[in-house]
């Protein structure tokens, strides 16, 4: 099946700094990544949509000077939490889709812990 | 509005018995139907998919779902559970026409006793 990566799996920053997650199609080219968000025992949810060479359409709620989407190329999108505060610690994951497919493919997921 | 609900949050079976976890969905649109396993700590395995045509589907794992439009449900069974069926599980909804996001419910913990 289709390999999403994501990287790194895990990382711990300082309070202000900002940290970047990469998400990577690495056997397929995937038009849209979707990037959610998942607290300790909840659910993931949907914090925005990439398209490929496009800007993101974030959900509703979710700070898009916070957390910057880049989708520059058909196998990689980046989230750049910036300004990271402790409230920002989560698990972060990635699926990516191939145009006109129904089924994402998801990545490992990140842990992000900010100190 | 769209919505996933998982009714039970967390369920106990013993080694060997019979599984089922409950999912229904509000969802104005032709629903794709998914469920997903997580182990703690990691990204999400995809168990089974329901697009269309025959409503009993069969995944990976031993695992069968069945999508019952009447219900808007889309259960998920396994005749008898091993130990390390132990994890979250997560029933999610999607459609073609909203991009392939997908929205999951609450999530379901399976503890398996020996």
């Known amino acids: 099946g289709a390999v999403v990566s994501q990287h790194p799996s895990w990382v711990i920053c300082k309070s202000g700094t900002s940290v970047k997650i990469e998400c990577r199609s690495l056997d397929f080219q995937a038009t849209t990544m979707f990037w959610y968000r998942q607290f300790p025992k909840q659910s993931l949810m949907l914090m925005a949509t990439s398209n490929e060479g496009s800007k993101a359409t974030y959900e509703q709620g979710v700070e898009k000077d916070k957390f910057l989407i880049n989708h520059a190329s058909l196998t990689l999108s980046t989230l750049t939490v910036t300004s990271a505060h402790p409230e920002d610690s989560s698990f972060y994951i990635c699926?990516?889709?191939?145009?006109?497919?129904?089924?994402?493919?998801f990545g490992q997921g990140t842990r992000l812990t900010v100190v | 509005a769209q919505s996933v609900t998982q009714p039970d949050i967390h369920i106990t079976v013993s080694e060997g018995a019979s599984l089922e976890l409950r999912c229904n969905y509000s969802?104005?649109?032709?629903?794709?139907l998914f469920w997903y396993v997580q182990s703690p700590g990691q990204g999400l395995q995809l168990l089974l998919k329901y697009f269309s045509g025959d409503t009993l589907v069969q995944g990976i794992k031993g695992f069968e779902a069945e999508f019952k439009r009447s219900q808007s449900s889309f259960n998920l069974r396994k005749p008898s559970v091993h130990w390390s069926d132990a994890a979250e599980y997560f029933c999610?909804?999607?459609?073609?026409?909203?991009?392939?996001?997908?929205?999951f419910g609450q999530g379901t913990e399976l503890s398996v006793k020996p």
């Open positions: 699926s990516a889709r191939v145009q006109r497919e129904t089924e994402a493919f």
């Open positions: 969802y104005g649109a032709t629903p794709y």
């Open positions: 999610a909804v999607g459609a073609f026409n909203q991009g392939g996001k997908l929205i």
